[in-house]
């Protein structure tokens, strides 16, 4: 059965750096795959989507990548602000054809100190 | 639009006790996800309905849960009995399938405590 990773530990960067995250999985092949915002108590919100056959996505300070053959995506944030201080959660996509169901990994949590 | 409604915000409960939590989906979605964040496992995809109808169950644990979409705009999850290792948040999310997006849009969650 397919199985997806991120980063357990929580991720603390400086205000201004680039944030990295780490989405990685093994055993399938979804059509795209999402990433979402998730802050305590809320539930996650929708950020950005990639399709298999896109590389990089970005929208303002948001980037997102996908390597298909590496099975891996890299979600960026530039000029992290501490505002941007959440879980960050990757999500597969089914495989093409599959409806709309969504596989989830277990969330990074980011933290950005002034 | 108000977004997903979901109630209630809070369950306590007892050991034994049937639970019921609601889910109003966004206005025009029609598909329906529920589903359980924990720690240790994170957020599982517990049903998935589209058009009122289930298609995909796989994801309940056991008998204990049961799920219902009567109609587009209300959903139930119900557990009974209830276990303390049903103790988590409880999320519902919906989208509109057929118009090429594919975000889904999460309620606030109910937090379910079984004691």
């Known amino acids: 059965s397919q199985k997806i990773e991120q980063n357990s530990e929580a991720l603390n960067i400086q205000e201004g750096k680039t944030a990295t995250l780490t989405c990685n999985y093994t055993?399938?092949?979804?059509?795209?795959l999402q990433w979402y915002r998730q802050d305590p108590g809320r539930g996650p919100v929708f950020l950005l989507l990639?399709?298999?056959?896109?590389k990089e996505k970005r929208k303002e300070r948001l980037k997102v990548t996908f390597d298909t053959t590496l099975k891996q995506s890299l979600f960026h944030i530039t000029a992290s602000q501490p505002a941007d201080s959440a879980t960050y959660l990757c999500?597969?996509?089914?495989?093409?054809?599959?409806?709309?169901?969504?596989?989830f990994g277990t969330g990074t949590q980011l933290k950005v100190e002034l | 639009d108000a977004g997903v409604i979901q109630s209630p915000r809070h369950e306590v409960t007892e050991m034994g006790q049937e639970v019921t939590l609601r889910c109003k989906p966004i206005?025009?979605?029609?598909?329906l996800f529920w589903y359980r964040q924990t720690m240790m496992r994170g957020l599982e995809l517990l049903i998935y309905?589209?058009?009122?109808?289930?298609?995909?169950d796989s994801g309940m644990p056991e008998d204990r849960f049961s799920a219902k979409m009567p109609n587009a705009s209300f959903s139930t999850l119900k557990i009974q009995p209830s276990e303390p290792r049903d103790s988590a948040v409880y999320f519902c999310?919906?989208?509109?399938?057929?118009?090429?997006?594919?975000?889904?849009?999460f309620g606030p969650g109910t937090r379910l405590t079984v004691t």
């Open positions: 206005s025009g979605h029609n598909s």
């Open positions: 999500a597969l996509g089914p495989e093409t054809g599959g409806g709309n169901k969504l596989t």
């Open positions: 309905f589209n058009n009122n109808v289930p298609i995909d």
């Open positions: 999310a919906s989208i509109r399938e057929g118009m090429g997006t594919y975000e889904q849009y």
């Open positions: 990639i399709r298999e056959n896109e």
């Open positions: 055993n399938y092949s979804p059509a795209y």
